[in-house]
């Protein structure tokens, strides 16, 4: 059973500081990774991916990917009131473009 | 991205009646998937639909209680079969981003409450 784990949360940060999201995962194969975020009543939207080991940066948003450590990362900078969602890191569960979810974590970012 | 148009976007239903929810995407995709998103709960894979072929069903999903179809390349059905209130839930639906990577783009679901 291929997993992806992260801590639900809450997670507290306050405005304009910077929000550290965390997941691991048990498939060593694994290639790619991607984050969702869901505001509440919403469906998941994607923000991120990941292929490689090392950081990718889109705007305030940095995926960090460690392969030896099966350690995928989420940083959010000066974070927002309207970053306050939850975000669920997923991975390829094998099969074609089939994905395993983590269970997300919330995110609420205090003004 | 595709755009995904999921309806109905919620409904209250009886014990023992059967709901279809339908998904229609603005083009053509290879692979829609079914997903089951209990509260406070991850999303759950129910199934893969792929035109022209039977639809692949999880662990613990089975066709007589989730029947879907796959007419052709930009819509699709689930079927919740003779419910009962522990099938109270999200529902959603979503097509391959293509590229090979596993990205997807999901439409905003049917919430679901069984009585």
């Known amino acids: 059973q291929k997993e992806v784990e992260q801590n639900s949360g809450p997670l507290s940060v306050p405005e304009g500081a910077i929000a550290s999201l965390n997941c691991t995962y048990s498939?060593?194969?694994?290639?790619?990774f991607f984050w969702y975020r869901q505001y509440s009543g919403k469906s998941p939207e994607l923000i991120m991916f990941i292929y490689s080991n090392g950081d990718k940066e889109d705007g305030r948003f940095t995926a960090q990917l460690n392969k030896a450590s099966q350690y995928v990362s989420l940083l959010i900078r000066d974070s927002q009131p309207s970053d306050s969602a939850t975000y669920l890191c997923a991975a390829p569960s094998g099969g074609y473009q089939k994905v395993t979810f983590g269970i997300g974590t919330k995110l609420q970012v205090i003004p | 991205s595709a755009v995904i148009s999921q309806k109905p976007s919620r409904d209250i239903c009886q014990r023992g009646t059967s709901l279809t929810i339908q998904c229609q995407v603005d083009s053509q995709v290879t692979m829609m998937f079914w997903y089951r998103q209990q509260p406070g709960q991850s999303l759950t894979l129910i199934a893969t639909?792929?035109?022209?072929?039977?639809?692949?069903?999880e662990s613990g999903f089975v066709i007589d209680k989730f029947p879907i179809s796959r007419p052709n390349l930009t819509f699709s059905t689930l079927t919740v079969s003779n419910m009962s209130p522990e099938d109270s839930s999200i529902y959603l639906c979503?097509?391959?981003?293509?590229?090979?990577?596993?990205?997807?783009?999901f439409g905003a679901g049917t919430r679901l409450s069984v009585l």
């Open positions: 639909a792929n035109q022209g072929s039977e639809a692949t069903y």
């Open positions: 498939d060593r194969g694994s290639q790619s």
């Open positions: 979503s097509v391959e981003g293509g590229g090979g990577g596993g990205i997807q783009y």
